[in-house]
C-alpha cells in the first residue's frame, strides 16, 4: 500500500485528479486541491473513495495508523545498535496536554537530562499525525533500513557520534523492543499527579484499537535511578519526570 501525505497526487471519482495538502492520520481525513479551485476540500478516506492516481484504493480503515513515530523510532535505533552504533539513544516522554508523545535521539554521552540537539533529529506526535516523516529528508512509511540510509546521509557528522559500545544500553533496548514491537513504545515521563516515579517503565500505544499492554514487566534504563536520590525508583519523590526545558517548551 502506497504511503500518504501531504503532495500526494490523488483522484476522486467526482473531482478528478488533486493535490493532498494536509492529512490527519488520527481522523483519515484529508484536505486536497483540484485544478484551478483556490479553496481545498475535506475528504474522509474510509468513506470518500479516494484513489492513488494509478487508481489503487486508499483503504485507511483496513489497519489503524501510527499516531506517532515512536515504534519506527525504536526498529531504527535498534537496527544501528546492531550495527555498531550503541551510541544511540532514545527519550520520549509526553507534551503537556498528554495527548501526544515527544521523541529526541542524541548521540555520544549517555546523559539524559543534558542532552544535544541537533536539528532533525527530534519531534512530536501532533506532527507526525499530519505529516508522517521524522524529519531528516525522509519519505512516509520508508522501511527501517532505508530510514537508517537516509539518516546517514542527512547528517553523517551526526550519526558518526553515536559509534562505539554501550552494550548495558543496548541489551537492554534490545529486551524493550523485543517486548513491546511493533504495537507499543516505551516513554521516559509520567503523570506526576499519579504519584512516584513508577517502579516499571511506563509503556504506550503506537495507534489506536490496541489492547493494554499485559506483557512482562520492563526495568528502566541503565543509569536512569541515579538521576535522583531518595529510597530508589518507587519511592522517589524528588525526580520530576521531565526533561529539561527544550525547544518545545513554549508548545502546548
Known amino acids: 500500500m502506497k504511503s500518504v501525505a ?22 483519515g481525513w484529508i484536505s486536497a486541491r483540484f485544478g ?4 481545498t476540500l475535506d475528504l474522509n478516506l474510509g468513506s470518500d ?12 480503515r483496513r489497519r ?21 552504533y550503541q551510541r544511540l539513544y532514545l ?10 508523545w515527544r521523541w529526541h535521539l542524541f548521540t555520544g554521552q549517555r546523559n539524559w537530562m543534558e542532552r544535544p540537539w541537533r536539528e532533525g533529529w527530534y519531534g512530536s506526535g501532533s506532527d507526525y499525525n499530519f505529516n508522517p516523516v521524522l524529519g531528516w529528508g525522509d519519505a512516509p512509511g520508508e522501511a527501517t533500513e532505508q530510514l537508517v540510509r537516509t539518516l546517514a546521509k542527512f547528517d553523517p557528522q551526526g550519526l558518526a557520534q553515536a559509534l562505539g559500545r ?18 507499543y513504545a516505551f516513554t521516559l515521563g509520567w503523570d506526576r ?14 495507534r489506536r484499537g490496541v489492547p493494554a499492554y499485559d506483557g512482562p514487566a520492563l526495568p528502566w534504563p541503565p543509569g536512569w535511578a541515579r538521576l535522583w536520590s531518595g529510597a530508589g525508583v ?17 508548545a502546548p
Open 6 to 27: 501531504p503532495g500526494t497526487v490523488i483522484f476522486h471519482r467526482h473531482r478528478g485528479y488533486g493535490v493532498i495538502t494536509a492529512v490527519n492520520l488520527l481522523t
Open 36 to 39: 484551478s479551485e483556490v479553496r
Open 49 to 60: 473513495e479516494v484513489q492513488h492516481a494509478d487508481g489503487e484504493p486508499i483503504l485507511f
Open 64 to 84: 489503524s495508523p501510527d499516531r506517532m513515530p515512536h515504534a519506527r523510532l525504536m526498529a531504527l535505533v535498534r537496527e544501528l545498535h546492531r550495527a555498531g
Open 91 to 100: 527519550y520520549s516522554w509526553p507534551r503537556p496536554s498528554g495527548l501526544h
Open 166 to 183: 554501550d552494550d548495558d544500553h543496548s541489551e537492554w533496548f534490545e529486551r524493550v523492543c523485543a517486548a513491546l514491537l511493533p504495537d
Open 193 to 206: 499527579r499519579d504519584g512516584a516515579v513508577p517502579a516499571t517503565l511506563p509503556v504506550i500505544a503506537v
Open 234 to 250: 518507587a519511592g522517589s519523590t524528588r525526580f520530576s519526570g521531565l526533561p529539561v526545558r527544550t525547544p518545545f517548551d513554549t
